[in-house]
């Protein structure tokens, strides 16, 4: 593993990721999620094999950045996961997560952004 600019920031989103993700998988919230959420907004009835998929992709993405494995693939898969679920759940609920307001973009946005700081350390080149 290599401590270079990123590295403080590949640990934190691997954190947030793997946070986000193991609990739901023994608690049954990745089933619920699928369930409850994807299959009553039009992905029935493959809402828990997508809401599996999303999570693991997120386990998966964990392991690339903390090991520096195929860090773009992973930042470009969880990037369009964290669009995906701005404009499916949190835009309708504003910007900010807490005090303003509950469960909006504004998470979101930061994952975003730190993501493509991951995956151009020095910059996007001309």
């Given at each position: ?41 039009g ?28 860090v ?8 369009i ?31 975003i ?14």
């Amino acid at each position: 593993m290599k401590i270079n600019n990123t590295f403080l920031l590949r640990v934190a989103v691997t954190i947030i990721l793997i946070m986000h993700s193991i609990p739901g998988m023994f608690n049954n919230g990745v089933n619920d999620f699928g369930k409850h959420y994807l299959n009553e907004v039009g992905f029935a009835p493959y809402g828990v094999p997508l809401a599996w998929a999303i999570k693991l992709s997120h386990v998966a993405a964990a392991f690339c950045l903390i090991f520096e494995k195929y860090v773009k693939w992973a930042c470009i898969v969880t990037i369009i996961i964290l669009i995906a679920g701005i404009i499916m759940i949190h835009m309708k609920e504003g910007w900010f997560v807490v005090g303003g307001g509950r469960n909006g973009v504004e998470f979101n946005f930061l994952l975003i952004v730190v993501l493509l700081t991951i995956m151009y350390p020095k910059g996007m080149k001309k």
